[in-house]
């Protein structure tokens, strides 16, 4: 069965500072693999995804994520956090095979002025 | 391009009532998927339609229902509303349901009274 794991509710980062938000997958053949950002009272955004190819990847924002298959994780990373980059992440996995995206429970990024 | 649409925005209902809601997926996207959101549970799948097929379906009792027209808008209808079902309805639409991005629209706020 798909599982994705978010293992932080909570992530504090003074601005300026680099950002890890994890996120580890469970999943049978290759995975697609995704984040979101949700601000207050909206619907998600997509920031970046993993396929195939070039394990890191780089998406909107200034955002990167980095899949590493031994360690099944694709954590996403900013160099320098913005107070504006507060917000609910979540990150999804979808197999090959199936048309069923499973999301974590969300990791809400706090960046602290 | 216009994203994403659902209506309404908000709906307040009260138990034992059923309730309707419509999404329009982006022109052109075939694949229409459903969430709940939850704070509890985060995001859970409900559905997803292509061609006016469910594909997939999540793991929801039988009063959660959905359907897809030939324009690739999509309505879910759920029946005999209970207090718990009281969320965040997200609709997502991509062109087929495969490895590429789900675009979400703004969703729609239930409560159930």
């Known amino acids: 069965a798909q599982s994705v794991a978010q293992p932080e509710d909570q992530v504090n980062v003074a601005e300026g500072n680099p950002l890890t938000v994890k996120c580890t997958y469970s999943?049978?053949?290759?995975?697609?693999l995704f984040w979101y950002v949700q601000y207050p009272n909206r619907g998600l955004q997509f920031l970046l995804k993993y396929i195939t190819g070039d394990n890191l990847v780089k998406g909107s924002y200034g955002f990167e994520a980095e899949f590493n298959k031994s360690q099944t994780s694709f954590h996403l990373k900013k160099p320098s956090a913005l107070v504006s980059d507060s917000a609910l992440y979540f990150c999804a996995v979808r197999g090959s095979g199936t048309y069923k995206y499973i999301f974590g429970t969300g990791t809400r990024l706090k960046v602290l002025a | 391009k216009a994203g994403v649409t659902q209506t309404p925005r908000y709906l307040i209902k009260t138990r034992g009532q059923q309730v309707t809601l419509s999404c329009s997926p982006i022109?052109?996207?075939?694949?229409v998927s459903w969430y709940q959101q939850t704070p509890g549970q985060g995001l859970q799948f409900l559905f997803e339609?292509?061609?006016?097929?469910?594909?997939n379906k999540g793991n929801f009792p039988g009063r959660f229902s959905g359907r897809q027209f030939s324009n690739s808008r999509s309505e879910m209808n759920v029946s005999t509303l209970e207090l718990g079902d009281s969320a965040l309805y997200l609709c997502a639409s991509s062109f087929s349901g495969g490895e590429e991005t789900q675009y979400f629209g703004p969703g729609t706020r239930l409560l159930v009274l």
């Open positions: 999943v049978s053949g290759n995975p697609y």
């Open positions: 022109s052109g996207h075939r694949s």
């Open positions: 339609y292509f061609s006016e097929t469910q594909r």
